[in-house]
């Protein structure tokens, strides 16, 4: 039986929802029309907020990732944010609104020719976990979420999401501030936005311990 379980990163103040599932996944957001297969449903082209970047200026690690972030071909860098762009079939896309059938669930269907940049075919996120932003991070499908066996502990997780969204958001905010009475932001002073965030200790968001949950189908759930 499948699983969804949190697993915390304590030192960083980071966690992440793992779903078992993902490995064989049936979702319609993971179908993939576009060259890279298997992609699940990294469709998304993720935005890497301070919060994130703080992260990873605090190790020799973190800073390999942020460079490897920075040299990927579709990567914007905006003054306090960076937006990794990926793959995008649009000839494909084109084509297929041609007869595409209707999916009422899914309004957004250039998401079937999309690709993270940092998604490998059959293998997921590239990326290691504790870099991740928190929408891939904490990013669980309907099919999996409304199919579990426990409706109190399901909420739960719902609730610390959006309780450490609304804290990254805080974040985001108080290290923009900083930044910006320094007279920095990373499209005009790149270095000087990262030597400043070294400098910056770590804010600590604590997660409780969850329980984990266990994906069933839907004959077993009605059963």
């Known amino acids: 039986m499948d699983k969804v379980y949190l697993e915390r990163y304590e030192s960083l103040g980071y966690a992440r929802y793992i779903c078992t599932s993902c ?25 890497f907020e301070l919060i994130d970047i703080h992260r990873m200026v605090k190790s020799a690690e973190g800073l390999q990732v942020l460079k490897r972030i920075i040299d990927n071909p579709g990567t914007v860098v905006y003054n ?16 297929y609104l041609k007869n595409a059938p209707e999916e009422d669930d899914i309004r957004d269907k250039t998401i079937f020719f999309r690709a993270c940049p940092f998604v490998k075919s059959g293998y997921g996120c590239t990326l290691p976990p504790v870099y991740r932003n928190y ?4 990013f669980i499908c309907d099919e999996v979420i409304n199919n579990v ?25 108080s290290l923009e ?3 910006a009475e320094h007279h920095l932001n ?10 400043l965030l070294q400098e910056i200790p770590l804010d ?12 069933i189908n839907i004959g077993e759930k009605d059963a």
């Open 80 to 95: 306090y944010y960076i937006h990794a762009k990926g793959y995008f079939d649009k000839d494909g896309y084109e084509e």
């Open 149 to 173: 066996d426990d409706e109190e502990v399901k909420n739960q997780y719902i609730r610390e999401r959006s309780r450490f969204a609304r804290w990254a958001e805080w974040e985001n905010m």
């Open 135 to 138: 929408v891939c991070n904490f």
């Open 23 to 47: 490995y064989h996944c049936i979702s319609k957001m993971g179908v993939s029309y576009c060259s890279i297969n298997m992609r699940g449903c990294c469709s998304y082209f993720p935005k």
């Open 204 to 215: 600590i968001f604590e997660f409780p311990q969850l329980k984990e949950l266990n994906v």
């Open 177 to 179: 501030s900083i930044l």
């Open 186 to 195: 990373l499209r005009d002073d790149f270095e000087g936005s990262i030597k």
